[in-house]
């Protein structure tokens, strides 16, 4: 169950991160159809969304899709891409939402999903480190 969910949710992440990067690097300064308003950039390292469009579809977007591979082929990374996949997105909500206006439906849930895939990576993880876990790696 741990595995599927995990599955669902770097697939809902990638399906979501990939095609919004790409849309950042098309079109730097808005991001095109995103519509991102170039003044939420004001005051950071940023002087146009190619870099964290980059970011966006490259470290997000791949990232997560790597950790689907890994989960759906149940390779022993995988409980380790899961939590670095987490990690990532919920420190890259929390710059997000200090650099652009806050949103408090969008800023929250997408943190949640991050501490989501830390907790079940390392719940994952340590079942197959448990007794029990390995015994099953091992048949």
Do not use: K
Not at 15 to 44: C, E, K, R
Not at 57 to 85: D, E, F, K, P, T
Request: glycine content about 10%; overall charge neutral; some cysteine.
């Amino acid at each position: 169950m741990t595995r599927t969910v995990l599955i669902l949710l770097h697939a809902f992440i990638a399906t979501g991160a990939i095609p919004a990067g790409v849309l950042y690097v098309t079109d730097p300064s808005t991001g095109g159809p995103l519509d991102s308003d170039p003044a939420w950039l004001d005051g950071s390292p940023f002087a146009d969304f190619l870099v964290p469009g980059l970011f966006l579809a490259l470290v997000i977007g791949a990232g997560n899709l790597a950790a689907v591979a890994g989960q759906a082929r149940q390779q022993g990374y995988a409980a380790y891409a899961s939590m670095a996949c987490g990690v990532v997105l919920a420190t890259w909500i929390v710059v997000q939402a200090s650099i652009v206006p806050f949103n408090p439906g969008f800023h929250p849930a997408f943190f949640l999903i991050g501490l989501a895939m830390v907790a079940l990576g390392y719940a994952q993880m340590q079942r197959q480190s448990s007794p029990e876990g390995q015994m099953r790696a091992r048949t």
